[in-house]
């Protein structure tokens, strides 16, 4: 256990450099935008010349690199960076829309994980017959089909011909919020209605999706429980006399190791997803925020938000290193 | 002679391959005794790996045994053990029957404690009553291998432990039901030539405290010479002769069995130089008509090409399957 | 063995091609086709597996098609991008659905849409031709200059370690510590109005990039738009190349021939490129496939997010974001243009997926096997 626990320092402390650039690149991009949109925010070509002034001052525009580079981060940091679009601090717009992104995203990995495992095995131990044919071409289908698209065919069956689903706004929080994650909050405290209003309201967006993930989680289920079961050490497992579901077990084990850091990867495409599937069925999250703010030029949230999906997505993989290292012993040295 | 424990009658394994029908192993029958160490030598690729795994059926896709009855005299009666169905020889693999494979680095699973697999090769034959038990008992198996510190050492991951080490491990794995018959199947290869000595020393302590009779395989003469009671040369998935230690090193009949000897240092006899056997092994999916050693056989004759000579008996248990005899 | 395989029209078709590459081969460097024999041979023997395979063998009719439409699509159209029929007939209300004709009474003719029209009477099959030419030069500007960016950075890092190596790698982190897609975003949306001053102070470029996208004079105030998206691709595809090449790198330079043609006192950038690189290629050409997909996919995702290609260019994913105001009715603006999405990625992705089995010796046996055994199931009748 002692191993365990340094590493869990080193990855954390290998955890702040990665965060420093993430921070670097997000005012690489908030650093080339042309130096006009002052103009566009003060109200356009109308704009007073104070106005502009204003905002210039405002934002630090006429500042050298590392003034503006700490005016972000800083601002970011304490949230005292204020939308010219919403007048509002731009953390505060970007924390209400949070749990719809998160919440979609949670409900895509569930779909993933429920279909995607069973397929993988089950193509696994059916290996090089048609159930194998049929998970290999779906994987495919699954990786080829633009999320945009499904979503429309999707709705075109589900909304429009059957009104299967609903598209209009978010549901209620229950009451009393832990994660503040409606989903998982009001199944946590009972709320049960307001959790069906919330899978009748998700699920749609989050099979759309999921549907790259669940192939590609198959797929690469399949291999690796293949890869694990050639293992040398189940054929002494076998010369041992243990019985073939056991032998199972030391080969899903084995075969865990990668399969997490896959799920790990998925859970980054999923968010990057996101702004398409929030498009797609209206649903008013980080993802469609996004898109707004690039329609009005409105640069602090954009950027904002980029710095935000990254954080969650480090914090991801530092979440999948920590899990590798208490599935694999190796990996602890 | 003591009464044999094992009857290998012809052994056939074949590889259903992408290149084509690999006979691995064809009609290969030799009989163990209790309590012997009985030696399987040949070079890579001969089928004596083959012909360890198929006694207790471990042959997976794409090979397949095609004939043969391997019959196994246990206290308890006498049975075919390639007749019995999937959970009879589970039972007795491991058991009865246990191996000892080449490569220690790869045979343990990385993700479990070595007490672990101790126990579980307990469990899964009812020696003990749970893994927690099972890892208690480890720790006297430990020992019993020779690894200091066992207390703490069962707790450790393989990849904390070093090859030799590991190699006791599996070792311990396969003594710990005290099996009638161990096979080890190249168990010093993988291993620094400091460690081979012992854990062969050891897999022969552990023979005689347990009463056991040892397979082992090898491509090393050195090592038969030393351990072995009686040995059985392989050639090209068939036997070439089989006899005791004194018979095959002092009066070797068969042409292969004679080159090899020359091909290494001799422990028994002293040799002037060593001699390379010309040709090289031919290949199993279309071997060689008649005899598969003729075509470098410097005393091949027209009816080696033609004719699949027979096991013959020369001398008291002195058996060789050649017809210059 | 040779001789066991009963060879097939596709079988002779790839021991033409493996022949005409060498010969073609043998044009730069003299006898070339004879030293390599084996190499030849190995080739035809990967061409006979693929032959084999029938989704790769889908994947590649998929692909080629897609290559055909690419170069040739726009002339194919019947109609240009930018031909607005809305603005000669104004009593006809658009988006027309498939199959309608409508009288243009200005030019005196009458235009049919086979797979009906967008919102301004704009025929969407011309409109999808010209889509696959913006799709398909997309899609190679940014493997061309994103995968070697990548490969050349993690070449390096790998083979000189150190200092280099640590610098090249943390940058690559830096970048793969974004969603993808959420970082193509970011960058599409800051860059164009640079990229467009860019673009038209280098007319060299400004002409080269109309000729690529077979696009009017008039459209030279979206360039800025169209280079955003393969900009912001190029930026994100290169740090996964660079840290698998790295990888690989890493493990061949421990090989024996490597460190015996260092002996021999070759200089780094000759191991580099002469002999690492040819033997870790293999499995990032699979990637390369695959990514072809891949950056389709991820082009339609910007441009249906309104990034990108902007009207009156023709580009697949552009046509469904102006369409959905028009959804469900005109479902024939999502759907045809999405299925073109697909089926190209899904061409890529078979293909790749056909090379990975052919490239993995483990694989590539499983499937000669097969042809075996069908060989012998005839034989037996």
Same mark, same amino acid.
Request: net charge positive.
């Given at each position: ?89 731009? &953390? ?121 993930? &669940? ?70 999250? &980080? ?47 | ?71 196994? +005299? ?50 899964? +034959? ?6 927690? =038990? ?66 062969? =020393? ?38 070439? =002769? ?84 | ?30 006898? $070339? ?91 969407? /099959? ?9 799709? %398909? ?16 950075? *993690?070449?390096?890092? *790998? ?38 001053? %860019? ?19 008039? !459209? ?10 393969? %900009? ?5 595809? $290169? ?14 330079? !421990? ?9 021999? *006192? ?60 028009? %959804?469900?009715?005109?479902? $024939? ?12 990625? /899904?061409? $890529?992705?078979? /293909? ?30």
């Amino acid at each position: 256990m002692a191993n365990l626990k340094k590493f869990l320092v080193r990855r954390l402390l290998t955890f702040i450099p990665t965060l420093i650039g993430v921070t670097l690149i997000v005012f690489v991009i908030a650093y080339v935008i042309p130096a006009n949109p002052a103009k566009a925010w003060a109200g356009g070509e109308k704009a007073s010349e104070e106005a502009v002034k204003q905002i210039i001052a405002e934002y630090h525009l006429d500042q050298p690199w590392y003034d503006q580079y700490w005016f972000l981060i800083s601002g970011l940091a304490t949230n005292s960076i204020i939308d010219p679009r919403t007048s509002n601090p731009v &953390m505060g717009d970007i924390s209400e829309r949070f749990p719809v992104t998160f919440q979609l995203a949670i409900i895509a990995f569930v779909f993933i994980l429920l279909l995607g495992l069973p397929l993988g095995l089950v193509s696994a131990l059916k290996r090089n017959t048609w159930v194998d044919t049929i998970v290999r071409i779906f994987a495919l289908i699954g990786v080829s089909t633009p999320i945009f698209w499904l979503g429309y065919l999707l709705l075109y069956i589900f909304f429009v011909k059957y009104r299967i689903t609903d598209l209009a706004g978010v549901p209620p929080s229950p009451p009393t919020q832990i994660f503040h994650v409606p989903i998982i909050d009001s199944l946590l405290t009972g709320h049960f209605t307001i959790f069906k209003q919330h899978f009748a309201r998700f699920w749609l967006p989050g099979f759309t999706l999921g549907f790259a993930g &669940m192939g590609v989680l198959a797929r690469f289920v399949r291999n690796s429980f293949l890869e694990a079961i050639s293992g040398d050490y189940i054929e002494f497992l076998k010369a041992k006399g243990v019985p073939k579901l056991k032998v199972y077990r030391h080969a899903l084990k084995n075969a865990l190791v990668p399969i997490v850091t896959v799920l790990g990867l998925q859970f980054g495409s999923l968010l990057g997803g996101t702004p398409i599937t929030e498009t797609v069925f209206s649903l008013p999250g &980080m993802g469609s925020y996004a898109i707004d703010a690039i329609r009005n030029l409105d640069f602090p949230a954009i950027i904002a938000i980029t710095f935000i999906y990254a954080i969650i997505f480090v914090t991801t993989n530092l979440i999948v290193d920590i899990l590798y290292a208490v599935i694999d012993p190796r990996v602890r040295y | 002679m003591s009464e044999p424990i094992l009857e290998v009658r012809n052994l056939t394994v074949h590889f259903y391959t992408y290149a084509g029908i690999v006979k691995a192993i064809e009609d290969v029958s030799f009989d163990v005794y209790k309590g012997e160490t009985f030696a399987l030598v040949g070079e890579t690729g001969c089928g004596k790996s083959v012909t360890s795994r198929a006694l207790t059926q471990l042959i997976e896709s794409p090979g397949r045994i095609v004939r043969g009855s391997v019959i196994y +005299h246990s206290d308890k009666g006498s049975v075919d053990l390639l007749k019995l169905n999937e959970e009879e020889i589970r039972e007795i693999r491991g058991s009865e029957i246990a191996y000892i494979f080449q490569d220690p680095h790869s045979s343990l699973d990385p993700l479990y404690t070595v007490g672990y697999q101790i126990a579980e090769g307990m469990e899964v +034959h009812g020696r003990v009553k749970s893994i927690k =038990e099972g890892i208690q008992k480890a720790v006297d198996i430990l020992r019993s291998v020779l690894i200091p510190d066992p207390e703490s050492r069962v707790k450790n991951y393989p990849h904390e432990l070093s090859g030799g080490m590991k190699q006791r491990v599996v070792i311990g794995t396969g003594i710990a039901n005290s099996p009638k018959i161990l096979i080890a199947d190249e168990p010093t290869t993988a291993l620094d030539v400091t460690v081979q000595a012992q854990i062969l =020393e050891l897999i022969d302590d552990l023979r005689k405290k347990y009463n056991a009779t040892v397979i082992l395989i090898t491509h090393n003469l050195g090592v038969v010479a030393e351990t072995a009671d009686r040995v059985a040369v392989m050639y090209a998935g068939k036997i070439a =002769e089989i006899g005791s230690v004194e018979q095959i090193f002092k009066n070797p009949l068969h042409p292969y069995t004679k080159g090899l000897l020359k091909a290494v240092p001799n422990p028994m006899t002293k040799v002037e130089r060593l001699d390379a056997i010309p040709g090289t092994v031919p290949n199993l999916i279309t071997p060689p008509g008649g005899c598969r050693f003729h075509p470098r056989c410097p005393f091949a004759m027209e009816i080696c090409k033609k004719k699949v000579p027979e096991l013959k008996e020369i001398e008291d248990g002195h058996f060789v399957a050649c017809h210059l005899y | 063995m040779q001789e066991e395989y009963k060879k097939g029209i596709l079988d002779r078709l790839a021991d033409k091609f493996v022949y005409a590459l060498g010969s073609f081969i043998s044009l730069f460097k003299k006898g $070339w086709k004879e030293k390599n024999k084996s190499k030849m041979e190995e080739w035809r023997l990967m061409l006979y597996a693929l032959n084999r395979s029938p989704p790769a063998l889908i994947g590649l009719v998929l692909v080629i098609g897609f290559i055909f439409l690419g170069i040739f699509g726009p002339h194919l159209a019947p109609w240009k991008y930018n031909y607005f029929p809305s603005l000669e007939n104004w009593t006809v209300q658009y988006p027309a659905p498939p199959g309608t004709s409508v009288y243009l009474p200005y030019s005196h003719k009458t235009i049919t849409y086979p797979l009906g029209s967008d919102n301004y009477g704009r025929d969407l /099959l011309s409109m999808l031709l010209h889509g696959a030419r913006t799709s %398909f030069v997309i899609s190679i500007i940014v493997i061309f200059l994103g995968v070697p960016l990548g490969i050349i950075l *993690g070449l390096i890092a *790998g083979y000189h370690g150190g200092k280099i190596d640590e610098l090249i790698m943390r940058i690559t982190d830096m970048f793969l510590a974004f969603p993808a897609l959420i970082l193509a975003i970011a960058l599409s949306a800051v860059l164009p109005q640079r990229l467009q001053m %860019f673009v038209q102070s280098h007319v060299v470029l400004e002409k080269l990039t109309l000729l690529l996208f077979a696009l009017d004079r008039r !459209e030279v105030g979206n360039l800025g738009n169209l280079l955003s998206v393969i %900009f912001a691709m190029i930026i994100v595809w $290169w740090p996964a190349y660079a840290r698998i090449t790295r990888g690989s790198t890493l493990t061949e330079k !421990e090989k024996l021939y490597i460190e015996a043609a260092r002996a021999i *006192g070759l200089s780094s950038r000759t191991i580099m490129f002469k002999h690492i690189l040819p033997n870790i290629i293999g499995p990032i050409l699979v990637y390369i496939t695959l990514d072809f997909g891949g950056v389709i996919l991820m082009e339609a995702g910007l441009s249906f997010l309104g990034l990108g290609a902007t009207p009156p260019i023709a580009d697949w994913g552009r046509i469904v974001y102006d369409g959905i105001q028009y %959804f469900p009715r005109a479902w $024939w603006l999502i759907f045809y243009p999405g299925l073109l999405v697909m089926l190209v990625a /899904l061409g $890529w992705n078979l /293909l790749g997926d056909g090379f990975r089995d052919i490239l993995d010796p483990k694989t590539r046996r499983s499937i000669e096997f097969k042809v075996k055994k069908s060989e012998e199931a005839e034989s037996n009748v």
